[in-house]
């Protein structure tokens, strides 16, 4: 069976993050940076430090939807960090974002492990000169993420 090597478009995902919608008007990237560990010993006869991989540290991302009246799922999610606070569980959950080729197949998944919200946007800014969609936002913090084809 042929492989299509045509690039993804981005626009057409889902986000399974645990909430009754799973359609996002956007998404901030996923990326990763690992830091830079310098060392020397005493024996080094070049007199310049080696360079060792440190902590790899998982930027946040954003997911922003419309807001749809009487869905409040982003707030409450949010609301269980506040509530429990850094000692509590059950505000975790592993979040699942889906590329999807032309007929909404799946073609290539992410899974953020451990999310939880570090910051919640009730609604972007508003403005009766602009006629835009009111939007919310939500920041996830997560551990790690690993992508998988197919």
């Known amino acids: 069976m042929a492989v299509n090597k ?17 359609g996002m ?5 996923l990326k990763w940076s690992t830091s ?16 060792s ?5 998982y930027d946040p991302i954003v997911l ?12 409450l999610w949010a609301s269980q960090v506040v509530s429990v606070g850094g000692g ?3 505000y975790r959950r592993d979040v699942t974002i889906t590329l999807l080729d ?5 073609v290539v998944t992410f899974r953020l492990k451990n999310c939880w919200p570090s ?8 403005n009766a000169d602009t006629s835009h969609v009111a939007i919310e936002r939500l920041t996830l913090e997560y551990e790690s993420f690993v992508r998988s084809d197919g």
Do not use: C
Not at 10 to 20: E, I, L, P
Not at 65 to 75: N, P, T
């Open 6 to 22: 045509d690039p993804l478009e981005d626009f057409s995902f889902v986000v399974n993050w645990g909430g009754t919608r799973t």
């Open 25 to 29: 008007m956007r998404v901030s990237p």
């Open 102 to 106: 032309g007929q909404h197949n799946v």
């Open 64 to 75: 922003e939807r419309e807001i749809v009246q009487g869905d409040l799922d982003f707030q």
């Open 53 to 57: 991989p440190g902590l790899t540290a």
């Open 88 to 90: 509590g569980t059950g």
């Open 119 to 126: 910051s919640y946007e009730a609604t972007t800014e508003l």
């Open 36 to 51: 830079v560990v310098s060392h020397r010993d005493g024996a080094n006869v070049t007199n310049s430090p080696q360079k």
